[in-house]
């Protein structure tokens, strides 16, 4: 069973940057994506996808909101998520979730398919 245990995370300046971690144990299945999820405590919405890493693939998909200052990657030696976030902006203060989905790239649009979340921690940008 894939277990995920997410780290860092906190509280920054706008324009700032952050690092988050999301370390996974157990035997993850290929294909599979990694995704970021993030959501604002005690809103509505659903979570809103913020970046994938899918093993089927080339390209890392980031949404709009966040491309040019989010990267994702994969630490294969560790099984680690990693999520740096620079030119931090108040609107991505949220509630962040790393997620596990195997199966083809199609599962990792939305949290509905997700198998596996991480904990969840606080990202809180100020003005």
């Known amino acids: 069973q894939v277990q995920l245990v997410q780290s860092g995370g906190g509280s920054v300046q706008a324009g700032g940057s952050l690092k988050l971690s999301c370390q996974a144990s157990?035997?993850?299945?290929?294909?599979?994506?990694l995704t970021w999820f993030r959501q604002i405590p005690g809103s509505w919405k659903e979570r809103e996808r913020v970046a994938s890493f899918y093993t089927g693939g080339d390209t890392p998909y980031y949404s709009d909101d966040v491309k040019g200052r989010f990267t994702i990657s994969l630490d294969n030696a560790k099984n680690t998520l990693i999520l740096e976030m620079s030119n931090l902006k108040p609107e991505d203060s949220a509630m962040y979730y790393c997620a596990y989905r195997t199966g083809s790239f199609g599962y990792c649009y939305s949290p509905d398919y997700v198998h596996t979340w991480g904990q969840g921690t606080q990202v809180t940008v100020s003005a």
């Open positions: 157990g035997r993850l299945w290929e294909p599979y994506c």
